[in-house]
């Protein structure tokens, strides 16, 4: 379901809890507002007003990718860059690396599993972003 974007900034800046697999509508929900905005990338589960650790994004072919749990494990090549956010009226100055390595849950078969994956370049960009968004931090 397409979902209303939050910028309530006590709900963004909440740490999210621990996704499970029956928080599979959220996943939806965020695959389904992310394809009904122009120029979306990615969203986080607390950007619909949900404090729960799930993102979804889109990789360079547009196909919808969702993770639950993301976290950052490890990151190389770091430099500055300037972001926007849907739910943030101002660009912030952020630090990012070029290569993450992030561990993260899927679902798979009504279970979560857990994964790991190298990223690069915007595809790592987007999850680093989202990670903030989950750990509550107003980038």
Not at 88 to 108: A, F, G, I, M, N
Not at 109 to 115: H, V
Request: proline share 3%; hydrophobic share 35%; net charge negative.
């Amino acid at each position: 379901m397409i979902k209303e974007l939050c910028k309530d900034e006590a709900v963004l800046s909440t740490k999210c809890q621990r996704a499970t697999a029956e928080d599979a509508p959220i996943a939806q929900d965020l695959v389904d507002t992310m394809k009904s905005l122009e120029d979306c990338g990615c969203l986080a589960a607390n950007q619909i007003g949900v404090t729960k650790a799930v993102i979804a994004y889109q990789d360079d072919d547009g196909t919808p990718h969702v993770m639950y749990n993301p976290r950052i494990m490890m990151g190389l090549r770091a430099g500055k860059t300037v972001e926007a956010c849907l739910t943030r009226d101002e660009p912030s100055k952020v630090t990012r690396y070029q290569k993450v390595k992030v561990s993260y849950d899927e679902l798979v078969d009504g279970e979560l599993k857990t994964r790991r994956r190298d990223f690069t370049g915007f595809e790592a960009q987007m999850i680093q972003h989202m990670c903030d968004h989950c750990q509550g931090k107003l980038v």
